[in-house]
């Protein structure tokens, strides 16, 4: 199977209520929206709950496209975490990683299909990511 995903996370206030939001299409191109809130939370783990709780949602072992505005995200499972893994889970500045249980799951999650990861610049032209976003800050709500 193949997916294109578009996630993003959204709080009022950092930390905060917060919400993520994400639109998935299979290989039909059929669209399915899903989004979520925490009450108290920080942006980052809401970005990173809406990748997770996307790649929850499909079959495992398929090929997936996400798609998001979040730098920490992309940076973080695209190259960051092979180093924090290395250092014990300890960043640059040999500190713990936050957020280390999420990047578990989406590590894993990631580890179950094959997983390719895009930056769109938020708040832009980009369609879906504006319409992730829109269903995030709904989630607040």
Same mark, same amino acid.
């Given at each position: 199977m193949k997916y294109k995903i578009y996630?993003?996370?959204?709080?009022?206030?950092?930390?905060?209520?917060?919400?993520?939001?994400? /639109? &998935? +299409?299979?290989?039909?191109?059929?669209?399915k929206n899903?989004?979520?809130?925490?009450?108290?939370?920080?942006?980052?783990r809401m970005e990173l709950l809406a990748a997770i709780m996307s790649l929850k949602k499909i079959k495992?072992?398929?090929?997936? /496209? &996400? +798609?998001?505005d979040s730098t920490y995200v992309k940076n973080?499972?695209?190259e960051w975490m092979k180093n924090w893994k290395k250092n014990g889970w300890k960043n640059s500045n040999k500190?713990?990683?936050?957020?280390?249980?999420?990047?578990?799951?989406l590590d894993k999650l990631c580890e179950a299909n094959s997983v390719s990861w895009e930056w769109v610049k938020g708040h832009?032209?980009?369609e879906f990511n504006n319409l992730a976003d829109e269903l995030a800050t709904k989630a607040i709500k």
């Open positions: 996630t993003d996370g959204a709080c009022s206030g950092n930390p905060g209520p917060g919400g993520w939001g994400a /639109v &998935i +299409f299979d290989h039909n191109d059929k669209q899903i989004s979520g809130s925490e009450k108290n939370t920080t942006n980052n495992s072992n398929s090929k997936v /496209v &996400i +798609f998001t973080g499972i695209t500190r713990p990683v936050k957020n280390k249980d999420l990047w578990l799951k832009s032209t980009n």
